[in-house]
């Protein structure tokens, strides 16, 4: 994958779950953080590195500091458990490989 | 409102063809950059192919697992793309997105399954 992501990440609830994703290109492009939870279709949470659409809580929240963007989930709950996906915009598209939230 | 819907996906067989549609509205596909996505059962996501705007040559390239089988082309008249999948593989069972960037928020379809099995 292009773009470098943990495979896991555990947080108790109620704690800030932060997930990373990594890349050169990163300095150049904005991020987007896909949720994906198990036999759904995965669900746009942050675009332009922090944005957020309509619907979606300002727990979630977004950062980008050089060529690290962190996707960042406070006060975590047992709903957010589900499988993030960050992706890029280059001459195609570009992704992570994904990271599983347990909250527990 | 601009989306893109799939269509096209079924079971097919090893070695079989199959041919995906993204069909567009509230916007002309050949204006836009347009990727075509997939996710096997339990992986990640994946990035198959795209082609580029018209005003950008509409260059098409491929990922290497698929390159010489997929073939993205456009009918500027229905304002749809297509994926043709010819010599398909067990591996590439997958649910099948079409996507495209924009400034804001990227139009991504519903996604299509295709199941190559015997």
């Known amino acids: 994958y292009e773009l470098t992501q943990p495979s896991s990440v555990s947080v108790s609830p109620g704690q800030t779950a932060r997930i990373p994703c990594s890349g050169d290109v990163l300095t150049k492009r904005y991020v987007r953080w896909f949720r994906q939870k198990p036999g759904q279709a995965p669900v746009l949470i942050i675009y332009k590195d922090s944005e957020r659409p309509s619907g979606i809580p300002e727990r979630i929240s977004g950062s980008s500091s050089g060529t690290t963007v962190t996707l960042t989930i406070s006060g975590a709950q047992i709903e957010d458990e589900a499988d993030y996906y960050c992706?890029?915009?280059?001459?195609?598209?570009?992704f992570g490989g994904g990271t599983k939230l347990t909250v527990l | 409102e601009v989306q893109l819907v799939e269509s096209g996906g079924g079971l097919v067989k090893p070695g079989g063809s199959l041919r995906l549609s993204c069909a567009a509205s509230g916007f002309i596909i050949s204006n836009a950059w347009v990727n075509w996505v997939r996710q096997a059962p339990g992986k990640g996501l994946e990035w198959v192919g795209r082609?580029?705007?018209?005003?950008?040559?509409?260059?098409?390239d491929y990922a290497a697992p698929v390159e010489g089988r997929f073939t993205i082309s456009r009918d500027d008249s229905k304002n749809t793309l297509y994926l043709d999948m010819n010599s398909l593989k067990t591996e590439d069972t997958a649910l099948y997105y079409c996507a495209t960037p924009t400034t804001e928020m990227d139009v991504w379809g519903q996604g299509t399954t295709v199941t190559v099995s015997s």
């Open positions: 992706y890029s915009a280059t001459d195609h598209f570009i």
């Open positions: 082609i580029k705007s018209k005003t950008d040559d509409g260059t098409v």
